[in-house]
Structures are given as structure tokens and as C-alpha cells.
């Protein structure tokens, strides 16, 4: 801050002549000129009882050596003997003493400087600059040092206290009164802090007065010339102050240009100090500074904690076992769900240390090596299986891991994800297990089925040929054979779901085949058994290589599924086209009600679903277009299906040549 920022008003060196000749005085006065405030002392011992009093001090004593009463030296001899005028600049002045003894004499008894009368002015005035520059420059060096030791107390202070705001505060506002003002006070506005409030005065143990005076208001710095000028410039709300201690400085700085930290410092100087200079605020400010680096790490070192607390709490409920590494691979952090997953892991020890405490496989058995193990934990996923070597257990284990980075884009270390899924694979393992007894089983049965099945056909064949057609026992012949031959086509399904659910898929075997015939000798059968008119459209054959039985098949299920759950005696369309290398088998009918539902036909090549649940009393497993999707499947191709107010429509699209043929 500028002389005019802190409204230091400029005076002229105040200089006490001590002589009891009037006529000596006022030589000196003109000696010296008007460069000079001057006050006259016809005594010493007046002046030794002025200074023991408190009074302001002169910045130059130009004593008389002999003087009646009290003698110059004498006066010296008392003043440096007192620590508070120990530094004020003497110079004896004298006409009857000037031998070099009595100069050596009056310099041991504190004198800084010794003039002889009579004396030439210029020699007075240099001698009198010499010793008050000599003291100005002794002030500010003292001065200065002061400054720095309240900064270093201050930040030994600052460490003392830790992550303690109000300790902060009150460590600030105490070295600040303590070493370069009278009295501080400290407010802070509420914010990421909480408001707060500290203040402290050397003669004022409860600091109350300098608290009364304390608010948020404009930053200023005054400096008076009196405490009556002090009065008489700033609101009456400072006389009780101004009345008790008088004042010579006053200053209102802001705290914190930061984001956490909003208030205001009042500092002031009594009526026995000097005022604040620019370097005493530039020091204040320091030490504001400081502090509010302090607060400021206090509050992110507790947000911090907070954090770390709260994410403790997360990682120790967390039912998954986490381990974090650093750059190096070394272990930082374990949760306590690791510990119950492997006891022995720690931190400290390389990642790889965790793969040598089980032995990890597959789920097929497959052994997994600690190379493989760290591609996994430091970035991807596994489902595996351990077993510990101090208990012997078994788990199932999803280890996932997640690479961490750093600002620059390089590698921070990783997280590593340890999912005990044990009782999923128990479960996952017991479901497919009876999925594959209750196919096997299903399997056998349809098998075993067959043999009784076809004797039934067979004997009803020999029966018809025994008796008159048209005769009652001849139609309770034919409807033997009807359902005979319905639960020999229920028993094929069975078997082809059979084996598409163990794995094996519906086989098939291609070979070249016209694919227009195929499809014209089925929908005639279809026709003549369910009297429904049928429509083929196909430009020209078309030929590939497909497993002709199985397409058969596919067009009968489709066909029969349209006569179904179309509109009755409505015809069906079947089309053949060709698409560049793949052909497309297309089988339309008008529906009888409504379409199918969209969430219906996302399901509708599951087993045992139909296109309308429980609608038109089907007598049928519901097997027919989950084996039409198989076979389709295994001719590699695809099957879809739309169905609006028009119509429904189911699409085959098959390659023309399957994966499987040969030649």
C-alpha cells in the first residue's frame, strides 16, 4: 500500500534540548533550522521523569554536559540503564569538556555522539542527521526482524494446531497482538466454514472493547497523528475505545480472496505505538494469508477424512472382495471382504502374491496361469474356480479388474474386483443338471413311445383292411389311426426338441434338392387333410443343397400353424424367391381376430409357446416353431415373423447352400 493508502501523515524529527542556558538553546534551534520540531529542557532530571513516565520519545536528546541538578552524563547513565531508552539517540554537547578524556568519558556513558562548543552548524545539523538516520535505520532493521519472527512463531503456531479452525484463528489473532499490533479480531462470514469469531488485546484480557468495534465493513487503513485525531475522524461507535486505550493505527483488511474462507481482520495500534507503516500491513497480510492456508487445509484435510471414512464404510460393507494396487503392481488396499476371501492377503506385497494364494481353473477345469491371472485382475473379467490350501474349500469366484490412470494418461495401478459367486454357480450347476436328466429322460421316454406307437398304426392298418368301409367299427378304425399318427408327430417333436436342447442341435443332412415340388407335395397334403385352400407362388424351382425331410418339416409346421390361426377357409400363400445367394420361403394367412402381439412374438420360437396362449383349444405341445427355428438354424439361416391387421407372416431365409453340405 502507498503513504496515501495508509494515511500517514509526513512530521518533521522531534529534538529535546536539554540546557539550562536559554541562550544555548536557542543557538542550537538556529543550528539546526527548521527541518526540526524542537522542546526545551532547562534540567535533566525533568527529562529523566518525562521518559520513566511513558512519555513519547524524541527521536534526538541534544544534552548539556554541564547542568546544574542533574549532569548531562548522568542523564545518559540513567537512560541507557532502562530498557526503553536504551537505543534514543544522545549527543552531549559541551564547551568546557572537550579534552579527549572527557570525549572518551561521555561516549562510556552512552553518548552516541559528542560536539564541542562552540560548534559549526553544518557540523551540528550533519551530526544530529547522522545519529537519528543511524536510529531510523536501527528501527527498521529491528523492525523487520520483528516481522519475521512474528511470521516464523506464526507458522510454528500454525502447525502446533493442526486441522483446528478455531485454533487457527485464535493462533492468529494472539501473535498478531502479540508482535506487530495492540489488538486483533477476526470475523469470518458462514460458508464452508462456519462463522467464527476471535479476538485478543494486550491490555484487554476479554477483548470485549476491541469486539464492539469489530465488523464487516470496508477495508481501510488509518493512521493518526493523536488519539484526538483519532477521535475526532472516525463514528462516536470508537470512543469508548479511543477513551480507554487511545489509538494511532487502525486496520480493517479482508480475509481471503479464497473460495472457503470470507471475512474480515481489524488490527489496531494504541495511543502508545506507532502507526502501521506499509511494511507492518504488507506483514499482516502474510500472516492473514497464512492462516488462510491453514484453514483452508484444515477443511479439505476433514472433507477428506470424511471421504475416506465414508468410502471405508462402503468398501468394508461391500460384499465383493477389493484390492487397489499401485503403478508398481504392489498392494494398497484390501477390504475386509478380501480378508474373508483369502486371509492371508496384505498390503505392501505384489498383486501376483494373491494368484499364489489358491489354485485357480475354469469352470471346465482349465488351470488359469498367474500371467493370465494379471491380464484379468489388472483390466477384464474371468469366472473362476479356487480352492484355498488351508481349508481345502471350493469357490466360485468373477475377478474383474479396472486399470486406473493418472492426469498424463499413465498407468496408476488398477482395482481388482473379487465376486464370490459360488452359490450362483451351485445353483446354475444343480438347474443344468436337471434340465439334462429331465431331457434325457423326455429323450427316453419319446424313444420308448415310438414301439407302441407304431404297432397301434399298424394294427389299425390290418383292421381296415378287414372291414367295410363306411361302417361304424371302420370309423372307430380311423380315428385310432388319427391320434395314433398325432401322438407318433408329438413324440418326434419331443425327440427333435431333445436334441436340439442337449446341445447337439437338430441334425440335418443336405443334399441337392428342387425346393418347389417339396413344398407344393406338402401344402397338397395339408390341403386335402384340413380342406383349406393353399396358394403357391414361385416364379421358377429354385435348387440347393438342404436336408429335404427337414424343410418338408418346416413348411408343414408353418402351413399348419396358418390353418390354425387363420381366418377359416381363407387361403394360404406360400412363397418361394430368390435373393442373391439365399432363398427365402415366405407362408401368409389372414388372421382370424387380432395380431400377435409384439411382446408375443419376441418369444414365440421358445418352447412351448404359441401365438396366442390357450386360444383355440391346440391340441399340440406347442413344439412346432421352436423346431422350425432349430432346423432353420442348423441349415444356417434365420426365421421372422410380422403380423398386422392384414395378415401374418412368417419368413424361412436359408443360404443356398447349408454350412453342412458337402461336394
Known amino acids: 500500500m502507498s503513504e496515501q493508502q495508509l494515511q500517514i501523515p509526513r512530521r518533521r524529527p522531534l529534538v529535546w534540548i536539554v540546557d539550562d542556558s536559554h541562550t544555548e538553546t536557542l543557538i542550537a534551534e538556529r543550528a539546526l533550522g527548521n527541518g526540526f520540531d524542537f522542546e526545551r529542557f532547562g534540567d535533566g532530571a525533568v527529562v529523566v521523569e518525562r521518559l520513566t513516565a511513558g512519555a513519547p520519545q524524541p527521536d534526538l536528546v541534544l544534552l548539556d554536559w554541564v547542568m546544574p541538578g542533574m549532569a548531562g552524563d548522568e542523564v545518559c547513565k540513567f537512560l541507557r540503564t532502562h530498557a526503553d531508552t536504551v537505543d534514543l539517540p544522545i549527543i552531549l554537547i559541551t564547551a568546557s569538556r572537550t579534552e579527549t578524556a572527557d570525549v572518551a568519558r561521555g561516549l562510556a556513558v552512552g553518548a552516541n555522539d559528542y560536539v564541542a562548543r562552540p560548534f559549526a552548524n553544518e557540523e551540528l545539523r550533519a551530526r544530529v542527521d547522522a545519529a537519528i538516520r543511524s536510529k531510523q535505520l536501527s528501527d527498521i532493521a529491528q523492525q523487520e526482524r520483528k516481522r519475521l519472527e512474528t511470521i516464523n512463531q506464526l507458522g510454528r503456531a500454525l502447525f502446533e494446531a493442526g486441522t483446528d479452525v478455531d485454533r487457527i484463528l485464535d493462533t492468529l489473532v494472539t501473535v498478531l497482538s502479540n508482535g506487530l499490533c495492540d489488538g486483533c479480531s477476526i470475523l ?6 462456519t462463522a ?16 464492539a468495534i469489530s465488523s464487516f465493513a470496508d477495508p481501510v487503513v488509518h493512521s493518526f497523528q493523536s488519539s484526538a485525531h483519532a477521535r475526532g475522524t472516525l463514528p462516536p461507535a470508537y470512543t469508548p475505545y479511543i477513551d480507554r486505550f487511545g489509538l494511532r493505527g487502525l486496520a480493517i483488511l479482508p480475509v481471503g480472496s479464497r473460495e472457503i474462507l470470507h471475512g474480515v481482520v481489524t488490527v489496531t495500534r494504541d495511543g502508545g505505538s506507532t502507526p502501521f507503516d506499509a511494511q507492518d500491513i504488507a506483514t499482516i497480510e502474510t500472516c492473514m494469508e497464512y492462516a488462510s492456508l491453514a484453514v483452508e487445509s484444515a477443511v479439505r484435510f476433514d472433507a477428506e477424512r470424511a471421504g475416506r471414512g465414508q468410502l471405508d464404510a462402503v468398501l468394508t460393507s461391500l460384499p465383493n472382495g477389493i484390492i487397489v494396487s499401485d503403478a508398481d503392481g504392489v498392494i494398497t488396499l484390501a477390504n475386509a471382504a478380501a480378508h474373508r476371501l483369502f486371509p492371508d492377503v496384505r498390503t505392501g506385497v505384489p498383486l501376483a502374491d494373491v494368484h499364489r494364494l489358491a489354485t485357480w481353473t475354469t469352470f471346465e477345469g482349465t488351470p488359469i496361469t498367474l500371467a493370465a491371472w494379471q491380464d484379468f485382475a489388472r483390466g477384464g473379467r474371468i469366472e473362476t474356480l479356487i480352492r484355498r490350501p488351508y481349508d481345502g474349500e471350493q469357490l466360485a469366484l468373477a475377478v474383474s479388474g479396472v486399470a486406473l490412470v493418472d492426469g498424463r494418461g499413465l498407468s496408476a495401478g488398477s482395482v481388482t474386483v473379487l465376486q464370490d459367486i459360488t452359490a450362483q454357480y451351485a445353483v446354475n450347476a444343480e438347474r443344468e443338471e436337471s434340465a439334462r436328466f429331465q431331457q434325457q429322460m423326455l429323450g427316453i421316454v419319446g424313444h420308448d413311445l415310438r414301439a407302441p406307437l407304431g404297432a397301434i398304426l399298424i394294427g389299425t392298418e390290418l383292421l381296415d383292411l378287414d372291414l367295410e368301409a363306411g361302417s361304424p367299427p371302420a370309423s372307430v378304425v380311423k380315428r385310432i389311426a388319427s391320434s395314433a399318427n398325432r401322438m407318433t408327430r408329438m413324440v418326434d417333436q419331443l ?55 427337414r424343410l418338408a418339416q418346416v413348411v408343414s409346421n408353418l402351413a399348419g400353424n396358418a390353418v390354425q390361426y387363420g381366418l377359416r377357409n381363407a387361403p394360404i400363400t406360400v412363397g418361394v424367391a430368390r435373393v442373391g445367394s439365399n432363398v427365402t420361403i415366405s407362408v401368409h394367412n389372414v388372421i382370424r381376430e387380432t395380431p400377435i402381439p409384439h411382446h408375443v412374438i419376441g418369444t414365440l420360437f421358445d418352447p412351448y409357446r404359441r401365438g396366442h396362449d390357450n386360444e383355440h383349444n391346440s391340441t399340440g405341445l406347442g413344439l412346432g416353431l421352436y423346431i422350425v427355428h432349430e432346423i432353420v438354424r442348423a441349415h444356417g439361416g434365420s426365421v421372422d415373423v410380422d403380423s398386422t391387421d392384414s395378415g401374418t407372416t412368417f419368413r424361412v431365409h436359408l443360404p443356398e447352400r447349408s454350412p453342412t453340405a458337402s461336394g
Open 188 to 193: 469470518l462470514l458462514p460458508g464452508p466454514v
Open 196 to 211: 467464527a469469531a476471535a479476538t485478543r488485546h494486550r491490555a484487554d484480557p476479554t477483548g470485549k472493547a476491541l469486539a
Open 495 to 549: 425327440l427333435d426338441m431333445t436334441r436340439a436342447r442337449l446341445g447337439a442341435g437338430i441334425p440335418v443332412v443336405p443334399r441337392k434338392i428342387h425346393l418347389v415340388p417339396l413344398i407344393k407335395t406338402v401344402i397338397d397334403e395339408l390341403a386335402a387333410v384340413h380342406h383349406t385352400p393353399f396358394e403357391l407362388v414361385a416364379p421358377m424351382d429354385v435348387t440347393g443343397y438342404w436336408d429335404g425331410d
